[in-house]
């Protein structure tokens, strides 16, 4: 499997809820993919042994589109800064060396809103399908949206 380009993708944003609040949610693999991808993906679980608790901790979940399973691994995590650290345990559909990061900070001059941020490294093999690994692209540039949707005040 030869690596045909990397990527690098930060998206940030600004969220409509304190930064404990936030980081209640988003230091949970199982909310996040949740909240990010709805029903596009099944069977969202801990597995090895892994636990919300526990850090390095393995879960696991399916792409409905494709039957892909996706394996990750939450990697470290540090709660003081809120940030959590996470990584592809194998390759899913020509995505190869994943690691990500999620961090929430305060507002300084609006403590009930959060600075949201997202960062990402990934490879692509040479044998990935470009159309898969376009839509698995865009979908990772929405995914902050969907955060910032999850936060947002109820509308009137």
Same mark, same amino acid.
């Given at each position: 499997?030869?690596?045909?380009?990397?990527?690098?993708?930060?998206?940030?944003?600004?969220?409509?809820?304190?930064?404990?609040?936030?980081?209640? !949610?988003?230091?949970?693999?199982?909310?996040?993919?949740?909240?990010?991808?709805?029903?596009?993906?099944?069977?969202?679980?801990?597995?090895?042994?892994?636990?919300?608790?526990?850090?390095?901790?393995?879960? &696991?979940?399916?792409?409905?589109?494709?039957?892909?399973?996706?394996?990750?691994?939450?990697?470290?995590?540090? !709660?003081? !800064?809120?940030?959590?650290?996470?990584?592809?345990?194998?390759?899913?559909?020509?995505?190869? &060396?994943?690691?990500?990061?999620?961090?929430?900070?305060?507002?300084?001059?609006?403590?009930?809103?959060?600075?949201?941020?997202?960062?990402?490294?990934?490879?692509?093999?040479?044998?990935?399908?470009?159309?898969?690994?376009?839509?698995?692209?865009?979908?990772?540039?929405?995914?902050?949206?969907?955060?910032?949707?999850?936060?947002?005040?109820?509308?009137?």
């Amino acid at each position: 499997m030869e690596i045909k380009r990397k990527h690098t993708m930060h998206h940030s944003t600004i969220l409509d809820a304190d930064p404990d609040t936030v980081w209640a !949610e988003v230091r949970d693999p199982m909310k996040v993919v949740k909240i990010v991808s709805g029903p596009a993906v099944k069977n969202v679980s801990w597995t090895e042994g892994g636990a919300l608790e526990r850090v390095p901790s393995r879960y &696991d979940f399916t792409l409905v589109f494709n039957g892909g399973l996706v394996q990750q691994e939450v990697a470290g995590r540090n !709660e003081v !800064e809120r940030s959590s650290t996470y990584r592809a345990v194998a390759p899913t559909m020509g995505i190869y &060396d994943y690691a990500a990061t999620i961090r929430v900070r305060p507002i300084t001059n609006d403590p009930d809103r959060s600075y949201f941020e997202w960062s990402r490294e990934f490879a692509i093999t040479d044998d990935a399908d470009p159309e898969v690994l376009d839509s698995v692209i865009a979908m990772m540039e929405n995914q902050t949206n969907s955060v910032r949707e999850h936060f947002a005040p109820p509308k009137k």
